[in-house]
């Protein structure tokens, strides 16, 4: 009776209140997997001008125990030059995560925006000291807003489900 009649300011204090337990703790970062490819200088045509740069990001996850979860996040750099790959940079890194107090709810967000967050800069720096070892150059990598990520999946999940009939034997 008395959540109902509760301000939409003390609703968030007793969130706010209920929150403070939650806590992710980052128990260890390490190099999962790392690779190099390219052509050799003289196999790319220098009169192409500037190569276009292509940067993919994937995800994994795995649940180790009840609060602790693996995340691998790997990101992958692509050069093209004209019609020729110039350099392909993939490094893969993992972090093992202590995740405790947070609601159903909010552990997507947890797995998919907090421990990205975490990881992305390792990586960053892993690609940029390997491709510039290859003897390439690669314009700084800026940061990525994984909640805007998250948030398009979510959006776009939401789109896919609601567009599949609701008697459709396929869900």
């Given at each position: 009776m008395a959540d109902e009649n509760q301000t939409?300011?003390?609703?968030?204090?007793?969130?706010?209140?209920?929150?403070?337990?939650?806590?992710?703790?980052?128990?260890?970062?390490?190099?999962?997997?790392?690779?190099?490819?390219?052509?050799?200088?003289?196999?790319?045509?220098?009169?192409?001008?500037?190569?276009?740069?292509?940067?993919n990001l994937a995800q994994r996850t795995n649940q180790l125990g009840e609060d602790r979860w693996e995340v691998v996040l790997t990101v992958t750099v692509t050069a093209k030059q004209a019609d020729k790959t110039a350099f392909i940079c993939e490094v893969q890194y993992g972090g093992l995560f202590q995740v405790s107090g947070f609601s159903e709810e909010q552990m997507?967000?947890?797995?998919?925006?907090?421990?990205?967050?975490?990881?992305?800069?390792?990586?960053?720096?892993?690609?940029?000291?390997?491709?510039?070892?290859?003897?390439?150059?690669?314009?700084?990598?800026?940061?990525?807003?994984?909640?805007?990520?998250f948030r398009q999946r979510m959006a776009d999940a939401q789109a896919q489900s609601e567009q599949q009939p609701a008697g459709d034997p396929a869900q």
């Open positions: 939409p300011e003390a609703a968030a204090q007793a969130g706010n209140q209920q929150q403070q337990g939650a806590q992710m703790i980052v128990q260890h970062v390490f190099l999962k997997d790392a690779s190099f490819e390219a052509l050799s200088p003289h196999e790319i045509e220098q009169t192409q001008g500037q190569p276009d740069i292509n940067l997507p967000y947890v797995i998919n925006v907090l421990c990205p967050n975490v990881l992305f800069p390792y990586n960053r720096t892993q690609l940029s000291n390997m491709v510039q070892a290859g003897g390439f150059y690669l314009p700084p990598i800026q940061p990525i807003n994984f909640e805007a990520v």
